[in-house]
């Protein structure tokens, strides 16, 4: 497991060497053409890089120049995985060279032959090319920005050239070079690349002088970026170090996995918000797995995991990184138990790594395969084992539900039986209390309806009296033998007599009286009141003329005025009026 953490943590300097490999740039120290090319096809923008190289090389009426478009052309279709339109724009590079017969010329078509022929794993080529374009470059002025490529491309492929030693001395070269270029990128770069390589020796070595050395060489390269002023070279290199320097908290000797960790999600947000940076994304996933792993969080490390497996290009499924990372997971698989996907895993990586090797080292990936084959048979057996206890717990938990279920039964049963009990019982104390609010209702019906009988006897009894007051009153007049003051008691007899009447009334409706003077337009008098009284009572014209001993036709105007001392309109009936009003007071 450790071997694989190690190989795993390799993994950010494995993309840088990889980074140097595909996509150095070639470009004078001077001309802003050819940073301005470079500077787009790092950045991804190609369409706009194409432009440059159509509009300020290849029409140029100068052949020199139409040289360089052309191996610029050809990077370009290097960086898009075109080998056949590659190729092309050399050999026509290279034609116009030998007219030209320049020197540096034909150096450039070199510098473009370098990447084909290490792609080819032509290696004697490449020396040759190599040693050709750096010392015409070495000659010349102003050239340090291409001879830092090219020292970093033969650094980044010693091991495949067999020229393992080299490595150092040509990363030291390259950053040499760059500084002396005062091109921004090439000068970050060639620092991270020294943070790599150190690193790379102090996890071969343990000695703790290469891990200051590589500490050193990343924070050279992270001052670096502020100086780089194309946005999308900036968020580039951000993101490699921020990917790098967090393979150097796993693997240096002050290892801090959470700050690890907490950059590589860091990365991962600079490549959400840039999406042409995807490419490096599943590296930061491997990276913040390792972390996890390291910290035994296995549940966010195969998150991670499955996450980077699902962001490598496809065109890379193959490559040493989806190998480890399959080996990574199939770790992770084992700590969960997972043991059929964790040896499908495992099966995978050798399956990825026979073909990146062409077939070498078949015997151990027979023998990996009849262990899985074997793990396969294994693990059969396990889970039949496991599917018998499963079975055994889910019997033993049917025979607990079954016995809480039938508790559960006889309990339901019982309350249903107590509540529909408990519901008998209450229909009976409602049905009581319904007869006996039916009855409370009733007599007070029958007593509503002697009071208002009681008021009506009284009302008729006291107009009698009142009428034979009157009668007596006119024959005393005619007589003259009444006194004033005989005439003034009676005249407040009669009153107090209605105002007895009066209460009476208030005491069926309170506040009629007074409800029928708030809307009156005018003051209503007694007599006023006293007609309202007869037809609430429903008694009609000459029922109140009898009452009265008056003639009916006064009955009528005593109505009508009354009508209109209460704003009524002609259409609207008095009477109605006054038996609403009735019901509006005794609510």
Known sequence: MKTIYLQMKSLGVLVLFLLLFFNAKSQSDNDIDQQNVYNYLYSYAFDDSKKIIHDSFLRSPNDSKKVIGFVLLSRYYHIQKNDAEQLKSLKIAKQLAERTGSEIDQAYVELGFCFIYLKAKNYKQYIKSFNYATTVFNKTANNNSLLAILHSQKAGAGESIKDKNSSKQDYILANQFAIKSKVPYYIFITYNNLGNYYMHEYKTQKIDSKSDTSEYYFNKSYQTISTIKNAGLADL???????NVGTQFFNGKNINIDSAIYLQQEALKIINNN???????????????VGYELKKDFKNAKESYLKAISKLNKSNSNDYNHYELLRNLSHIYKEEGELDKAYGSLYQSYMIFRDIN??????????????????????????LNEKTQLLNKQNILFLVILLVTSTLIVVLVYLLRLNKKVGRQKSKLLQKEKIRLVNESTILKLQHEKTQRDALAISLKLDNKNSVLKSLNDDLQKNKLTSIEKILKEDKHNDENY?????????????????????????????DLKYASFIYLNMDNQDIANILKIDINTVRVTKYRLKIKLGLSKNEDLSDFIQQVSVDTSK
Do not use: D, M, R, W
């Open 237 to 243: 290199a951000k993101c490699l170090n921020y990917v």
């Open 358 to 383: 062409s077939g070498k080292n078949e015997k151990n990936f027979q023998l990996i395969q009849s262990l899985y084959e074997n793990q396969i048979k294994e693990n059969e057996i396990l889970q």
């Open 499 to 527: 105002k007895q009447t009066q209460n009476i009334h208030e005491n069926i409706h309170p506040k009629f009286f007074q409800k029928l003077n708030e809307l009156s337009k005018q003051k209503l008098t007694s007599l």
């Open 275 to 289: 999406p042409k940076l995807k490419i490096y994304e599943s590296a930061a996933y491997i990276n913040t797995g």
